[in-house]
């Protein structure tokens, strides 16, 4: 079987992680892997994090499975979390996921059982797991237009115009927040319009927040996402605690899916629980554990907020020095646009040639597109990274 097997492409990301570990200089920059980092380069583990699980360590007494679709306190604090009061908590069927990425699979799976013929608009660019999870179901993908890369910001005109092709019981994908991978955030306006979209056209929202928090705060990030559901009949949500909570390896995620009341919400929430039988049966629960632990206590959801906070601040302090530090070295405010954007996140104007120039002759570590990470940005680097970029882009 496996003598006549092609090897699937690399992902680009992987392949940065593997060329980053491989080079030797002591300058190098890792710009391209998509975690967040401390200024010394760390990946902590929150406080929060290490306080909830030291009392799940000391109170959990089984190991034993919890349920096809998760536990319901953590399906309870992750929709109060997100969805706030939008939507009465009786119209939410909710089900616990191996984290965003496995939300989106399950998500875009149910679409392909129940409504094989609708498309899947997704925004351009977007997460490239998008695109490759809709095309391994067979699904067809309808690209839109999202980002003006000129301008560094969103193409709305286009985005509304593409939008309102869009047929009933189509799927359209929206970022809810710190779009991965320009940072162009919707603004308020931008969701109220969106809402009108789906009232004319019947097509359906799904909104992948995986960086609640990271924008401009947890509950700024979902006002968006809250407002389109307090409007529209049906809304599909994949959602990821592995970025705000630090809990990248125990793979936390969740889908909510917004529908009416009684029957179909239980017939969605039976269809979610099936497919995670059919897919990995169980779904992890200790990261799981963790957020409902977090979530369900005063002391530590003040201490986890203001983690959180200091993180996000990092980003914003590092988005502004870099785009100060390029002006300065080109003279021009041609990056501007990083310091408006938010999020983990920015999409610099370079060729594949231009990424591999960066990397090959200044050790700068950027994924193949142009994104960045501006968590990986230090107060020493920032000056070098702007050096680099002013003199391979000209």
Request: some cysteine; aromatic content about 6%; hydrophobic content about 45%.
């Amino acid at each position: 079987m496996f003598k006549t097997l092609t090897a699937p492409p690399q992902d680009k990301i992987i392949q940065i992680m593997g060329l980053y570990a491989a080079d030797t200089r002591p300058e190098k920059v890792d710009l391209g892997v998509g975690v967040y980092r401390t200024e010394d380069g760390r990946t902590p583990v929150m406080a929060a994090v290490k306080a909830a699980e030291a009392r799940i360590l000391q109170a959990q007494e089984s190991k034993g499975y919890v349920a096809l679709a998760g536990d319901a306190g953590f399906h309870a604090v992750m929709r109060g979390l997100i969805l706030g009061d939008a939507v009465a908590p009786e119209r939410v069927a909710a089900c616990a996921t191996p984290g965003g990425t496995g939300a989106v699979r399950q998500i875009l799976e149910m679409v392909q059982r129940l409504t094989p013929e609708a498309r899947i608009w997704v925004p351009s660019p977007s997460w490239p797991n998008h695109a490759a999870i809709t095309g391994h179901l067979g699904l067809a993908q309808v690209d839109y237009r999202y980002y003006d890369a000129d301008a560094g910001g969103i193409d709305r005109d286009g985005m509304l115009a593409d939008l309102a092709q869009a047929q009933k019981g189509d799927i359209v994908l929206l970022h809810g927040c710190c779009h991965n991978p320009t940072g162009a955030d919707l603004s308020a306006q931008d969701w109220v319009d969106l809402a009108g979209v789906f009232e004319a056209t019947g097509a359906i929202p799904f909104v992948d927040i995986a960086y609640q928090g990271f924008g401009e705060g947890l509950e700024e990030d979902a006002q968006g996402l809250r407002s389109l559901a307090a409007r529209v009949p049906e809304m599909l949500v994949a959602a990821s605690g592995s970025k705000n909570f630090g809990l990248y390896r125990e793979r936390v995620g969740i889908i909510l899916a917004v529908t009416d009341p009684g029957k179909p919400r239980d017939v969605a929430a039976a269809m979610l629980a099936h497919l995670n039988r059919q897919s990995f049966a169980f779904p992890p629960d200790h990261g799981a554990r963790v957020v409902e632990t977090i979530l369900t206590d005063a002391e530590l959801t003040a201490q986890w907020q203001a983690e959180l906070d200091a993180m996000r601040s990092r980003m914003t302090a590092n988005r502004r020095a870099l785009a100060e530090a390029l002006r300065a070295v080109t003279g021009s405010d041609r990056f501007g646009f990083v310091a408006a954007q938010r999020g983990m996140f920015s999409l610099l104007p370079v060729t594949e040639a231009q990424v591999a120039q960066l990397r090959e002759d200044h050790a700068i570590y950027l994924v193949s597109d142009g994104r960045m990470n501006v968590a990986g940005l230090t107060e020493k680097t920032i000056p070098q990274v702007a050096r680099a970029i002013a003199q391979v882009l000209g």
